[in-house]
T-cell receptor
Framework: AQTVTQSQPEMSVQEAETVTLSCTYDTSESDYYLFWYKQPPSRQMILVIRQEAYKQQNATENRFSVNFQKAAKSFSLKISDSQLGDAAMYFCAYRSFDNYGQNFVFGPGTRLSVLP | KAGVTQTPRYLIKTRGQQVTLSCSPISGHRSVSWYQQTPGQGLQFLFEYFSETQRNKGNFPGRFSGRQFSNSRSEMNVSTLELGDSALYLC????????????FGPGTRLTVT
């Protein structure tokens, strides 16, 4: 079974600075999807960014970008120019490419605080 | 387009009772997944429904069940509630289920006393 690990339970960043959240995963599959979700205090989970494993190019979405290292099974999220609204729990998630087997597998989350 | 909605938002039940939670997916989405979120266990997958059929199931006891209606709305039922069932239950919908991201609802906070 796939597993997702986020080794940083909590992190903080100064407003306007850059922060990187770590995520590693374990799988025997060659094709899969990886996601970062954000869960603000309001509790609504929001998709931040996604990456298809077969794509070598790292995904970017405005101030959010990932560093996808397939061989190392690493998928870190970089937030540039951090804003107060970025404060939230961030979950790394894995999903199989095909539809047979387990659905999304989430990591335990990293709580990000943004300091003014 | 309206987002995923879940009702009720908050619920308090006593041990032994049963509860039904409801989820309305985004219009056009045919896949609905349910997750249990607790501080200790994090986000755990319960099950996924697609076109009224359960397509995937997580490792939860049979007290947890669900169904999906022809309009893609889904319900989740928990029978014989235990204190450990207290959690935030999240519903997520997607177009087909496996190829793209899921969109989450606000969740139902269930407290079992």
């Amino acid at each position: 079974a796939q597993t997702v690990t986020q080794s940083q339970p909590e992190m903080s960043v100064q407003e306007a600075e850059t922060v990187t959240l770590s995520c590693t995963y374990d799988t025997s599959e060659s094709d899969y999807y990886l996601f970062w979700y954000k869960q603000p205090p309001s509790r609504q989970m929001i998709l931040v960014i996604r990456q298809e494993a077969y794509k070598q190019q790292n995904a970017t979405e405005n101030r959010f970008s990932v560093n996808f290292q397939k061989a190392a099974k690493s998928f870190s999220l970089k937030i540039s120019d951090s804003q107060l609204g970025d404060a939230a729990m961030y979950f790394c998630a894995y999903r199989s490419f095909d539809n047979y087997g387990q659905n999304f597998v989430f990591g335990p989350g990293t709580r990000l605080s943004v300091l003014p | 387009k309206a987002g995923v909605t879940q009702t009720p938002r908050y619920l308090i039940k006593t041990r032994g009772q049963q509860v039904t939670l409801s989820c309305s997916p985004i219009s056009g989405h045919r896949s609905v997944s349910w997750y249990q979120q607790t501080p200790g266990q994090g986000l755990q997958f319960l099950f996924e429904y697609f076109s009224e059929t359960q397509r995937n199931k997580g490792n939860f006891p049979g007290r947890f069940s669900g169904r999906q209606f022809s309009n893609s709305r889904s319900e989740m039922n928990v029978s014989t509630l235990e204190l450990g069932d207290s959690a935030l239950y999240l519903c997520a919908s997607s177009l087909q289920g496996y190829e793209h991201e899921q969109y989450f609802g606000p969740g139902t906070r269930l407290t079992v006393t």
